[in-house]
């Protein structure tokens, strides 16, 4: 996926109570084990442009492993998913004619409006807003010479705290509220040449729903034969099926992540959200199933783990039965990403007539239920980890 570099950046940056430490991963556009447990996600592969849009009409291109810009009109390249709070990592590689930026919290459609979100600038020559300046909020607190370099940006974006730092050193922290949510996007203003590789993301404020002791705040759907339990271990653990287990609580525009461990070959489960409380296997799943076609993970069986069951396979089976791994989801409106290990294998959006009742049935985004599912006699799953999110409602 890339080629392998040396671990070059080390930074820990004091958020509030939060103490938040980044790292390069040992290959380009290759997550770490490490990396993946405590919760990032790739936002580019390094061999496509899945879960991207151009939004203008330059050539971008994947090359050597790194997003390429080399000609064409000024242009924006941006993620279908939009995020609120997070940690965002960039490796970015400019030359001396190029003049680019890292955009937070963008608008998802419309014509692109770079007085609608935050731009952390990369333009070594600007004088008023030099490279990894916010523009028009914080100029940079010192000079970053990415011209011809590979410049490491390490980005925090949570509630109104914004901190950008530089090849390790912080050179913006600043509070402002004016955006909140929105897609990330890639600059290109023109000219020369930006590449962008290591593009990684880190969901923030999550909150546990599982206390890893008792069932308090989720509730099983009666009359079915799958027993839901807390292990020793603290999992929460499901047999035998079928059997719905459902939270309390409620959520519509959502980052969900949770832990996943399959004890038995191509054992069939999901993770339901937006799902109707009470209403047995309801709302979108997000599939889990281990299988895929002879040796060919991107041959998914049955949608494959990731995979939103009934609407999108998984590009690729990214997990293994026996083996913990990891599920990021984030939806909005009626777009859905989902990753696996880091690493994105849908990218839906729901183009059925509307059914706010049951998302089976027709899309759907209005607040709904979280459930796991006990699917048939063979299932024997646990979970572990489980955190959500409700994303901020979008500002005028």
Excluded at 21 to 30: K, L, Q, V
């Amino acid at each position: 996926m890339g080629k392998l570099h040396l671990l070059l950046v080390m930074v820990s940056i004091s958020l509030g109570t939060s103490a938040v430490i980044t790292s390069c991963a040992s290959a380009d556009n290759n997550l770490t084990k490490g990396q993946i447990s405590s919760g990032w996600i790739m936002l580019f592969d390094g061999e496509t442009t899945f879960g991207w849009k151009m939004r203008g009409e330059s050539d971008w291109s994947v090359k050597d492993g790194a997003v390429l810009v080399s000609s064409g009109k000024p242009s924006y390249f941006a993620t279908t998913t939009e995020f609120a709070d997070y940690e965002l990592q960039a490796d970015v590689w400019i030359d001396n004619k190029a003049n680019s930026g890292i955009f937070l919290r963008t608008p998802v459609d419309g014509d692109f409006d770079t007085s609608k979100a935050y731009e952390v600038n990369i333009y070594d020559a600007h004088r008023q807003w030099p490279t990894g300046s916010i523009n028009s909020l914080q100029k940079s607190k010192s000079r970053v010479k990415s011209v011809g370099n590979w410049t490491h940006f390490d980005i925090i974006a949570e509630g109104d705290h914004l901190i950008v730092a530089t090849n390790g050193k912080k050179v913006v922290d600043v509070h402002d509220s004016k955006f909140n949510r929105g897609v990330i996007a890639l600059q290109y203003g023109g000219e020369g040449t930006a590449k962008f590789k290591n593009l990684y993301l880190k969901p923030l404020s999550l909150k546990s729903i599982f206390n890893g002791k008792d069932l308090t705040s989720w509730s099983v759907i009666p009359e079915h034969k799958s027993v839901y339990t807390v292990t020793p271990e603290g999992w929460l653990n499901v047999k035998n099926g079928n059997g719905d287990i459902q939270t309390e609580g409620t959520w519509g525009d959502l980052a969900l992540q949770i832990d996943v461990f399959s004890n038995g070959d191509h054992l069939n489960s999901g993770v339901f959200f937006r799902a109707t409380k009470g209403l047995f296997w309801s709302g979108y799943e997000d599939q889990i199933r281990n299988q895929w076609a002879g040796d060919d993970r991107t041959k998914a069986i049955d949608y494959g783990t990731g995979g939103i069951y009934n609407r999108q396979p998984a590009r690729k089976v990214v997990s293994s039965d026996r083996e913990w791994f990891k599920m990021t989801l984030v939806a909005h409106g009626y777009h859905i990403g989902s990753w696996v290990n880091g690493y994105m294998v849908a990218d839906f959006h729901d183009p059925r007539p509307v059914n706010e009742g049951n998302a089976r049935q027709g899309a759907r985004k209005a607040p709904g239920v979280i459930s796991l599912q006990g699917h048939d006699p063979t299932t024997d799953l646990s979970f572990k980890n489980i955190n959500v999110v409700e994303l901020p409602a979008k500002k005028d």
